[in-house]
């Protein structure tokens, strides 16, 4: 089992991005999918979720408004959209994957990450 981040770059303050998360070896159609993050000398944070069906949706006080999470189950991919991006936004972005109703507390499966610079 594997899940794959992709979409990181570098970007000024105020651009976008838009992260992806897909699987090897299993459908994320069945799994609730979190994007967490972590900075260099920092803790890793929860950034977002979503429910295996989409109906559930959660982020940090300090994405709030300007990242969406969503999936596309026929394309077995999660999105992490980035919009008004911050210096403080840097960081790897990871994905994880959890058979969970609702929001995932305990992710079983992790990706490599995707690296996100906010630089101007």
């Known amino acids: 089992f594997q899940l794959v981040e992709s979409g990181g770059g570098l970007v000024q303050p105020g651009g976008s991005l838009r992260l992806s998360c897909t699987s090897s070896?299993?459908?994320?159609?069945?799994?609730?999918i979190g994007w967490f993050r972590q900075a260099p000398g920092k803790a890793r944070e929860g950034v977002s979720c979503?429910?295996?069906?989409?109906?559930?949706?959660n982020y940090k006080d300090s994405v709030k408004g300007r990242f969406t999470i969503s999936r596309d189950n026929a394309k077995n991919t999660v999105y992490l959209q980035m919009n008004s991006l911050k210096p403080e936004d840097t960081a790897v972005y990871y994905c994880?994957?959890?058979?969970?109703?609702?929001?995932?507390?305990?992710?079983?499966?992790w990706g490599q990450g995707t690296q996100v610079t906010v630089s101007s």
């Open positions: 070896g299993f459908p994320l159609e069945s799994f609730a």
């Open positions: 979503i429910s295996y069906d989409g109906f559930t949706t």
């Open positions: 994880a994957a959890e058979a969970v109703n609702g929001c995932g507390s305990d992710y079983d499966y």
